[in-house]
């Protein structure tokens, strides 16, 4: 019962490196999900994908790509991180009747 | 902008009083969802109702959904120490998105 994975659980990049955060779920779900949560606030959609082979943008999407790689997994790319992008982030799969959340993605850019 | 609020943004009572946190939104929904997050945890899923429903019950929780008002409570009854978390609205659009409010911070004093 692992639901959703994500990796790492905790980095800090440098101010314009890079990295990919990994997201795998084993629900079988059609649509995951990709948000962001900035302390005192909820969540904000960056990207989701409704199937395998689709993605789109969502709420703040800039700074941001993903990549949709089979039905299981959805990784979130940062190519030049930025300060702004300091955040938890959060992976989420879903059917009909609610999401299932990672235990996050805590990120911190100097 | 977010889609839902959530009224009072922090809430503090003692334990075995009952707690109601409210929530707004803006457009019309399908579904409105409620989540729990503990500190440093991803989000838990914790009731649906849907757009034709009034009053959904689970256990200790019950929700109310007013669609000419726009808006739902969450009541939690008989409040226990481990339910101090944030608890987030989220509504959903017709392609199953879910667009969160800011939370409600509860405390339950022992």
């Known amino acids: 019962n692992a639901g959703v994975t994500q990796t790492p659980k905790f980095q800090v990049l440098k101010t314009g490196q890079s990295m990919t955060l990994q997201c795998a779920q084993d629900?079988?779900?059609?649509?995951m999900y990709w948000y962001r949560q900035d302390p005192g606030m909820g969540l904000r959609l960056i990207y989701y994908?409704?199937?395998?082979?689709?993605?789109d943008k969502g709420e703040v999407p800039n700074g941001y790509n993903v990549s949709r790689l089979n039905k299981r997994e959805f990784s979130l790319r940062l190519e030049s991180a930025a300060p702004s992008q300091t955040s938890v982030y959060f992976c989420a799969s879903s059917v009909k009747n609610g999401y299932t959340f990672g235990s996050g993605t805590r990120l911190t850019v100097v | 902008s977010q889609q839902g609020e959530e009224d009072p943004q922090a809430l503090s009572i003692q334990e075995g009083e009952n707690a109601t946190m409210n929530c707004s939104y803006k457009t019309s929904i399908n579904n409105l969802q409620w989540y729990r997050q503990n500190s440093g945890r991803g989000l838990v899923h914790l009731i649906l109702?849907?757009?034709?429903?009034r009053e959904k019950h689970s256990g200790r929780l019950r929700v109310t959904l007013d669609t000419s008002k726009k808006s739902s409570s969450l009541l939690i009854t008989a409040s226990r120490a481990a339910d101090t978390a944030s608890y987030f609205c989220?509504?959903?659009?017709?392609?199953?998105?879910?667009?969160f409010g800011d939370g409600t911070t509860l405390t339950v004093k022992p």
């Open positions: 994908s409704a199937s395998e082979g689709t993605t």
């Open positions: 989220a509504t959903d659009d017709d392609a199953g998105k879910s667009t």
């Open positions: 109702i849907r757009s034709n429903e």
């Open positions: 629900m079988n779900h059609n649509s």
